[in-house]
């Protein structure tokens, strides 16, 4: 069982920055792959960032390449994503989320333990 927990959302400007933290429970982080997911009002959950469980080469999605970094801290059980030149259009509540194999995925049915969420609202 992992216990995930979200913190750093809140309300910033066009142009500014935001850092989410993931803390995860547990003793064997790094066997999980790791990601981030957004939901907007009235849109489907989607996915965000990826990591492996060893770190490695991420996975973004195209609408926040270049903008928003993903990262992980075993040695601490924290992920995190660090965003940049935030836009309006990045509003959303975003989750991490936890899969029990050492390789990532987009899908969110692929993810097994999921955080409560915290909000990201970016005015313009």
């Known amino acids: 069982q992992v216990h995930l927990s979200e913190s750093g959302g809140g309300l910033v400007q066009a142009g500014g920055s935001l850092r989410l933290s993931c803390a995860a429970s547990?003793?064997?982080?790094?066997?999980?792959?790791m990601g981030w997911f957004r939901q907007a009002p009235g849109k489907e959950r989607e996915c965000v960032s990826t990591?492996?469980?060893?770190?490695?080469?991420?996975y973004y999605a195209d609408s926040i390449k270049g903008r928003f970094t993903i990262s992980r801290d075993n040695a601490q059980n924290t992920m995190y994503l660090q965003m940049n030149m935030l836009k309006p259009e990045d509003t959303a509540v975003y989750y991490c989320?936890?899969?029990?194999?050492?390789?990532?995925?987009?899908?969110?049915?692929?993810?097994?333990?999921w955080g409560q969420g915290t909000q990201v609202t970016v005015s313009s």
């Open positions: 989320a936890a899969r029990k194999s050492f390789w990532a995925t987009p899908r969110t049915s692929d993810y097994d333990y």
């Open positions: 547990g003793r064997t982080f790094n066997s999980y792959a």
């Open positions: 990591i492996r469980g060893s770190g490695g080469t991420p």
